[in-house]
């Protein structure tokens, strides 16, 4: 008989009942509240059959008959993802799960050990490959940003050059659940590990991957933790250590950009979309400035299997100080005045008839946001240095000699 397992990093499902061609399983809810618009399921199965087996999603509860309730929407557009190595992610396809509670799989492979997740996983195993990849890179730099409540070391990354006069502040997994915003991350990382952009060249970037490291490595659904979120804890005395850290990073440092990679829920409307939730009170330089380039530059909007920015803004209704100051970016923007401070939003899944997700593009969109940093700081790094009567130490390659705009209006 095969078994079902949660036992890995990441993984979150409890099983209700198991039969020679069907499991029913439901996600756990952990220590989180039992609202269950958040959803998150990951788990592996061992010596699964060359036949097919049906691994249906129910609460556990049973109506009126005695027969279990199959109503979770929990398998999206193109079905669960699959891996053979718990590293490398697939979607299995459409016609895996036709109507979201379900999905069949056989194992005609004759595979030892399945790994299936709700989105495309990105467990600590992935960024440990990616610090392999680059640890003998002179800009990349690895060590401690603190220890978690459960006592872990969480990651901290700073790249770039060690003289370097200005600072950003690059954040996902505020929210454990949210995997797919670890790839768009990676993207930009790597982008920068290129050096030679002019970001990479002025500009110390202090990266914390997974700020709610515990619930990656235990599979929490992270949204809806109790009392509240980590992306909801950015307040006079915050609850978890992670955020503590950041917010002696922004004591520290004069921070320049905050972006902090996000994921929606689910899928659907707007949740299939690259958009971004940003703050500008200015209203001349910061997130509508750089939004605009990314969105008329690097928008992808007519590239065949790239992931399009098409909208500005996720959720107007967190466009308020008071709704967003404990939000990561919000308090980078309202709070530490930082100027370009946005969260934003990648999709899970993409859609049949428009693109599909996949790690590939993910990575590419990580690329085209820091290709779109390094024009909006080309541009507005020699502004305020001029403003702020710096001339001198201009930078010659932009071309700048003198700001052609008025920038009266300015605060600086
Ligand atoms: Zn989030």
Known sequence: MFKVSNDCQGENIEVVRITENEVIIHYEHRENTRDDSWPYWAFHADGLPSREITFRFSDGSVDASGAYRYDDEVVGP??????????????????????????????????????????????????????????NN????????TVSE??????????????????????????????????????????LLKGGGFVAEHFMAHVVPFVDY?????????????????????????????????????????????LDFHCPVKWGGTEDTACAMK????KTEGADVYWAIMREKYGARNERGQIPIIHDLGYPAYNTVDATRAMCSGYMHFVKGV????????????????????????????????????????????????MIGERNTIPRYTGITKPEIDFSCMEV
């Open 279 to 282: 703050h500008d009170l200015k």
């Open 150 to 191: 459960k006592g872990a070391d969480v990651p901290l990354f700073e790249i770039g050059k060690s003289e370097a006069k200005y600072h950003f502040l690059l954040t996902s997994r505020h929210h454990s659940g949210e995997t797919v915003g670890s790839y768009v991350l990676e993207g930009f990382l790597e982008y």
């Open 214 to 258: 515990d619930g990656v490595v235990c599979g929490d659904p992270g949204n809806t933790r109790l009392p509240h979120n980590h992306n909801r804890d950015y307040i006079d005395e915050p609850v978890y250590a992670s955020v503590r850290a950041i917010k002696a990073l922004a004591d520290k440092y004069e921070i320049s950009v905050a």
């Open 339 to 386: 100027s370009l401070a946005i969260a934003t939003e990648t999709p899970f899944y993409g859609t049949p008839s428009t693109f599909t997700v996949t790690p590939e593009n993910l990575r590419l969109l990580g690329q085209r946001y820091a290709q779109g940093l390094d024009e909006y700081c080309r541009l507005f790094v020699p502004l305020r240095m001029w």
């Open 78 to 135: 193109f079905g669960p993802a699959v891996s053979f190595n718990g590293v490398d992610w697939e979607w299995l396809g459409a016609e895996s799960a036709p109507d979201h509670k379900a999905f069949k799989y056989a194992n005609k492979d004759g595979h030892e050990r399945v790994y299936f997740f709700m989105y495309l996983g990105y467990r600590p195993q992935n960024l440990e490959l990616f610090i392999n990849k680059h640890k």
């Open 138 to 145: 002179p800009l990349f730099n690895t060590s401690v940003l």
